[in-house]
C-alpha cells in the first residue's frame, strides 16, 4: 500500500527539481478528505479523537486544548461567546466533530499501533473519569458522574486568562486571572450539582461560578467573576476579538482543539512574575521538570510583539498539530526584516532509505548570514569554530551549508543499545549540500578529524550537491519510502524539516509490532508575516 501526498502536492518519491528549485506551490486548500464509505460507529465516538490524540500530547509536550470556532464549524454554543475579549490566553476544546471528522477518527484509530488501539474503548466517556477522580480527590460524598453531572455536562470546554483591573482577582504574583466555561446543555441541572460541589468545600470562596449563556464559568474568586463580567461588558467576548477571529481562520477548519496567545503580554505577565517572585513562583508553575517555562527564552528581550495560534487536528493517516505566528517581533526585529530564501526539502527525500533521523533546510546559511551582518557580536562562538575549520563568516558558512541542506543519520543499532542499556558504537550518516563548495567541506572535515582514530566520511559530488558519507548507509532513496510520505506530506514546501523514523526504537524497546509505530515528523515555513510549524506523528498499524 503506498501513501501518496494530497492531490496536486509535491512528491517525495521523486528527485526534485534541477538546481534543486522549489516545487510549485500547492493549491490552496488542497489536502486529505475523508475516504467515501468510511467506517462509522455508534455510541460515544467523540471520544476517539481524545484517545487518539493522547499520543500527540505526550509527543509534543503540552497542546493547549481547544477547537477553533471562527468558522462555525460545529453546532452548539462555544466558550469564546462567555470569556472576554481582553483575553491573554484563550484555549478550547470541542469533542463534537461533524461525520466527516468522525470518519476521519476512525480511520486513524485503525492506524495506531495494535497496544494502543486495544486500549481504546469507543463507548467509554472520559469525563466519567476526570469527574469521578476530582470527585473522590476531593472528598464530596452523595454526588455521582451520572446523576449529578452527565445530564448537563455539554461537549465544549474552554479557558482564558487575563489581566483583570481588581488586583484581588489575580490567581498568582503574575497578576493574571483566570475563567474555566464549561457547556451546560441543562442550565439548571448544571447551577444544582455546582452548588451541591461548592456546599461541600471546605472554603466555598476558593471556586465561585455562574451559570449562564448555556455555559458554567467558573473563577478560583469572586473578584475574578465579578472582573470577567467587567471585562465582558467594557470589551465584548472573545467572539468579538477580530484578531482573533482572523488569526484562528488561517488555521482552518476541523480542529479538534486550539488554543491562542498574544504573545507580547504574555511575556510582559511573564516579567512581572518573575520581578514579583525572582526565586521563583508566578508564571513559573506552568513549567518544571517535564514541561520547562516556554516564555523563559523570551523574557530577556523588552519589546516583543504578535500572537500564536495553534490547532490539533486528525486525519485519517496522522494527527497534526499546527502553530502559526503572526506579526512577531522580538526587540524591534522581525521576518520581515530579512530576504527569505526560497522554500524547498527535496534534499530530505535524497537521503538514504534507511535514514532514522532526517534535517534537512533552505537557505540557512543565508538567513544566518543576514543575522551574522545585523548583529556579528552574538555569533562569537560560530566565529570561533569556522575558524578552526579554515573559514570565516559569513562566506564560509554558505561554502559549507550551500543553498540546501540534508543530514540523515542511519544504523543507529549501536546508539540505541546505549539508550536502553546496552553497548555502544558509531552511527553512521550521510550530509547532502547543494551549491556547496565539495573542496571546502572536504578540507573542514579533514581538519575535524585530525589526530582522530576514526576514518573520516568520504566526500563526492552528485552534479551540484556535496555528498558526505559515513559508516553505512542504505542505497535506495528515503523519498522512495512509504512511511516517509505518509509522514511528510505535502510539506516538501518549507523551509526546514525534520523527520524521525519510531520504528527501530520501538524495536529496540521490544515493542510486539515496531512498525505499526511509523514516524514523526516536523516542518517551519517563514513569509515576511508569519512563521507557521507543523507537528505530526503518523503510525503504521491497522
Known amino acids: ?65 481547544a477547537n477553533t470556532v471562527a468558522q462555525n464549524v460545529f453546532v452548539g454554543s462555544q466558550p469564546e461567546s462567555v470569556l472576554p475579549a481582553s483575553s491573554i490566553v484563550f484555549a478550547e476544546l470541542d469533542l463534537q466533530p461533524d461525520g466527516g471528522q468522525l470518519a476521519a477518527y476512525a480511520q486513524f ?65 503574575s497578576g493574571a486571572a483566570v475563567a474555566l466555561a464549561i457547556e451546560a446543555e441543562d442550565e439548571d441541572a448544571a447551577r ?27 473563577t ?6 465579578s472582573d470577567l463580567e467587567a471585562q465582558v461588558d467594557s470589551s465584548g467576548t472573545m467572539e468579538d476579538n477580530d484578531t482573533y477571529v482572523q488569526d484562528m481562520e488561517s488555521l482552518g477548519s476541523g480542529n479538534l482543539a486550539s488554543a491562542w496567545m498574544d504573545l507580547g503580554r504574555m511575556v510582559s505577565l511573564a516579567a512581572q512574575s518573575a520581578e514579583s517572585d525572582p526565586y521563583g513562583g508566578g508564571l513559573d508553575q506552568y513549567g518544571g521538570i517535564q514541561q520547562p517555562d516556554p516564555l523563559a527564552a523570551l523574557e530577556q528581550y523588552e519589546d516583543v510583539t504578535g500572537r500564536l495560534a ?31 530564501p526560497e522554500p524547498g526539502l527535496h534534499l530530505m527525500g535524497d537521503l538514504p532509505d534507511d535514514t532514522v533521523f532526517g534535517f534537512s ?69 550521510q550530509y547532502r549540500a547543494d551549491g556547496a563548495d565539495s573542496a ?58 525534520m523527520y524521525l523514523d519510531l520504528r527501530p526504537f520501538a524495536e529496540s524497546a521490544e515493542e510486539e509490532a515496531p512498525e505499526q509505530w511509523g514516524a514523526v515528523g516536523a516542518t517551519i515555513t517563514f513569509d515576511a508575516e508569519r512563521v507557521s510549524m507543523i507537528a505530526r506523528w503518523a503510525p503504521n498499524g491497522g
Not at 468545600?201 to 465561585?208: A, H, K, L, N, R
Not at 478560583?220 to 467573576?225: D, I, K, M, T, W
Open 109 to 173: 484509530v485503525d492506524r495506531l499501533p495494535e497496544s494502543m488501539r486495544s486500549e481504546i474503548d469507543p463507548e467509554a466517556d472520559p469525563a466519567k473519569e476526570i469527574v469521578e477522580s476530582l470527585l473522590e480527590s476531593s472528598g464530596v460524598e452523595g454526588m455521582t458522574y451520572e446523576e449529578d453531572f452527565e445530564p448537563w455536562l455539554g461537549r465544549n470546554f474552554g479557558v482564558a486568562m487575563w489581566q483583570p483591573d481588581n488586583e484581588d482577582a489575580a490567581v498568582d504574583d
Open 192 to 218: 444544582q450539582a455546582l452548588a451541591d460541589l461548592q456546599s461541600q468545600s471546605e472554603d466555598p470562596g476558593e471556586t465561585v461560578f455562574d451559570v449562564r449563556d448555556d455555559f458554567a464559568i467558573l
Open 361 to 429: 533546510g533552505a537557505g540557512i546559511a543565508d538567513m544566518v548570514g543576514q543575522a551574522y551582518e545585523d548583529n556579528p557580536d552574538q555569533f562569537a562562538d560560530l566565529d570561533g569554530l569556522m575558524a578552526d575549520l579554515g573559514l570565516t563568516m559569513p562566506d564560509g558558512l554558505t561554502s559549507l551549508l550551500g543553498e540546501r541542506t540534508a543530514l540523515g543519520v542511519t544504523d543507529l543499532g549501536g546508539s540505541l543499545d546505549q539508550f536502553f542499556g546496552g553497548s555502544t558504537s558509531a552511527p553512521s550518516l
Open 1 to 65: 500500500m503506498s501513501y501518496p501526498d494530497p492531490p496536486n502536492q509535491p512528491s517525495w518519491g521523486a528527485p526534485g527539481p534541477p538546481g534543486g528549485g522549489p516545487p510549485p506551490p500547492p493549491p490552496a486548500g488542497a489536502g486529505y478528505m475523508p475516504a467515501p464509505g468510511a467506517p462509522r460507529r455508534s455510541g460515544r465516538m467523540w471520544m476517539v479523537p481524545v484517545a487518539a490524540g493522547l499520543g500527540v500530547v505526550l509527543m509534543a509536550g503540552t497542546v493547549w486544548a
Open 220 to 225: 478560583p474568586n469572586s473578584a475574578a467573576l
Open 310 to 340: 495553534m490547532g490539533l487536528r486528525i486525519e485519517p493517516e496522522f494527527v497534526e498539530l499546527r502553530g502559526d505566528t503572526f506579526d512577531v517581533s522580538v526587540d524591534g526585529v522581525s521576518t520581515a526584516d530579512y530576504e527569505l
Open 440 to 497: 571546502a567541506v572536504e578540507d573542514a572535515i579533514a581538519r575535524m578529524y585530525a589526530g582522530s582514530y576514526t576514518s573520516p566520511p568520504g566526500v563526492s559530488t552528485e552534479g551540484s550537491v556535496t555528498v558526505a558519507t559515513s559508516g553505512t548507509t542504505g542505497t535506495g532513496r528515503l523519498g522512495d519510502d512509504p512511511v516517509f510520505n505518509q509522514t511528510m506530506a505535502g510539506t516538501a514546501d518549507a523551509h526546514m524539516g
